[in-house]
């Protein structure tokens, strides 16, 4: 299967332990998204790498939030200290071309205790 | 965050009977694209949008982007089963981040075999 991947699918941690996710985007898409979706909303936009550079940062990516792509293909996002609120799917998505259409990973569950 | 206005918020249909539901924004947006997500799954493309006015087909699913800029549709005739799920629209607003999709808060289409 060449779609994006993520792992793990399913995560669940307590209160104030560091979680770490993996995104592999489909070979050869140059920009990859993160996203996070709560029960019963739309993804909302984290942040967004073209290669290896980090070009926005939305204002829900909170100074806990960090994510990478140190050699432009894989992405992983880490959560310090997670907290309850940060209970949600995480979504990544990859593009590429002009048209830049988005597609999206099967999601990383996270459930924080 | 910002997100798009999306209606009906839920539809419960009968096997067979055709499906519409709308976006619109409150701004200027240069691409619509509409996704459909399965419980546990991350959202599939469907349909991408990218002038004014613009109709498209998928099969059984057709959507526009509106005149105005500022709104989006999506038939789904003919419907079944396995349409079940939730759909899902996205934009790009002008001046907006080339990254960064808004997204409605979805359309849970529910269909009676």
């Known amino acids: 299967d060449t779609g994006v991947s993520q792992d793990p699918r399913h995560k669940i941690t307590k209160r104030g332990q560091n979680v770490t996710f993996r995104c592999d985007p489909i070979s050869e898409h140059n920009r990859l998204y993160w996203y996070r979706q709560t029960l019963g909303q739309g993804p909302e936009f984290l942040t967004y790498f073209q290669n290896e550079a980090q070009l926005e940062k939305s204002r829900l990516l909170s100074d806990r939030f960090s994510a990478e792509r140190p050699k432009g293909s894989f992405s992983t996002l880490e959560i310090q200290r997670t907290e309850q609120g940060d209970s949600a799917m995480y979504l990544c998505?990859?593009?590429?071309?002009?048209?830049?259409?988005?597609?999206f990973g099967p999601g990383t569950r996270l459930t924080v205790l | 965050g910002q997100q798009l206005n999306q209606s009906p918020q839920s539809m419960f249909i009968q096997e067979g009977e055709d499906v519409s539901m709308n976006c619109t924004s409150s701004s200027i947006f240069n691409t619509w694209l509409w996704y459909k997500q399965d419980p546990g799954e991350g959202p599939v493309l469907l349909i991408a949008?990218?002038?004014?006015?613009e109709l498209t087909s998928n099969g059984r699913l057709t959507a526009q982007f509106g005149i105005t800029r500022k709104d989006s549709f999506l038939n789904i005739s003919a419907s079944i089963p396995s349409d079940v799920g939730i759909y899902f629209c996205?934009?790009?607003?002008?001046?907006?981040?080339?990254?960064?999709?808004?997204f409605g808060k979805g359309t849970k289409l529910s269909v009676k075999p």
């Open positions: 949008l990218y002038k004014a006015g």
């Open positions: 998505a990859s593009s590429a071309g002009l048209n830049n259409e988005q597609f």
């Open positions: 996205a934009g790009r607003n002008y001046g907006g981040s080339q990254g960064n999709l808004i």
